[in-house]
């Protein structure tokens, strides 16, 4: 057997380590469904976080132990579809979009609608795509932006009879469907390395963000996903200006050069 057939038949196999994590992102993400049919929204939406953690682990995992197979790919993407497309927008919808009638299941349908879009092209893009930056924003990030506003609110206790709080979820879920597919750059974090070596204030920052986090997770979390959730379209605004600059300077020309 030589080296390329052992490759593909590595990548044929199923790895238990890495596949341990992925299916236990996808129990996460049932929980959440689970959950939020009885009527416990708090903890259903810790449930989809917990499987956004367990999800970046899975990759990192199967890459650090050399792992990875086309069997993991799949399911990683089928696990990513229930907890980050369909659980967020039923705990969404169960919660507060049900008042709204037809426009937040339509609200709902959007987002996981878009949800499997998103996948189905970073699926087929992945070998094509700048590694350093998602097109449009990951679905994590996504289901962070609607189960942290849940979280948000049931942690403060705020009534769902309150006229706003349909409209602030049908705008927070429309948004992070629709940014999903969108062409908006969102900064990926894949040219970090765990072996590679770091700086020791790098661990002293990362100390300071646990304790920032866990002073407040609801509110901490959800701040920090809709600045993550806004900062592709500024970088967006940025690239275009910045193309805009080039292109005026290339038409304007050399400045000419001063006399003597």
């Not at 590595?10 to 992102?25: D, E, K, S, V, W």
């Not at 169960?94 to 499997?116: D, H, K, M």
């Not at 866990?214 to 809709?226: A, D």
Request: net charge positive.
């Amino acid at each position: 057997m030589n080296e390329s057939d052992a490759l593909e038949r590595r990548r044929r196999g199923i790895y238990l380590l890495p596949n341990a994590f992925t299916l236990a992102a996808l129990f996460a993400g049932f929980y959440a469904i689970v959950q939020a049919m009885n009527s416990q929204f708090e903890v259903a939406a810790i449930a989809i976080f917990v499987a956004m953690v367990l999800d970046g682990m899975d990759g990192r995992v199967a890459r650090l132990t050399n792992t990875q197979s086309a069997f993991g790919e799949q399911f990683d993407s089928l696990s990513d579809m229930v907890s980050f497309g369909v659980a967020p927008a039923l705990v969404m919808y169960v919660w507060v979009l049900n008042t709204l009638g037809r426009w937040g299941w339509l609200a709902a349908f959007i987002y996981v609608s878009c949800a499997a879009l998103r996948l189905a092209r970073f699926n087929t893009n992945i070998a094509v795509v700048d590694k350093r930056f998602f097109q449009g924003l990951p679905s994590p990030s996504a289901a962070a932006l609607v189960a942290g506003l849940v979280w948000l609110a049931a942690d403060n206790r705020l009534p769902i009879n309150e006229a706003w709080l349909p409209i602030v979820a049908f705008i927070v879920t429309v948004y992070a469907g629709l940014t999903m597919v969108s062409n908006a750059p969102f900064y990926s974090g894949k040219s970090f390395t765990v072996g590679r070596s770091v700086p020791f204030w790098v661990i002293l920052v990362m100390v300071l963000v646990f304790v920032f986090v866990s002073s407040n997770p609801p509110i901490v979390l959800f701040g920090l996903f809709v600045i993550y959730g806004v900062s592709g379209w500024a970088l967006m605004v940025w690239r275009w200006q910045r193309a805009r600059r080039l292109q005026r300077a290339r038409r304007e020309g050399p400045p000419p050069a001063a006399g003597l």
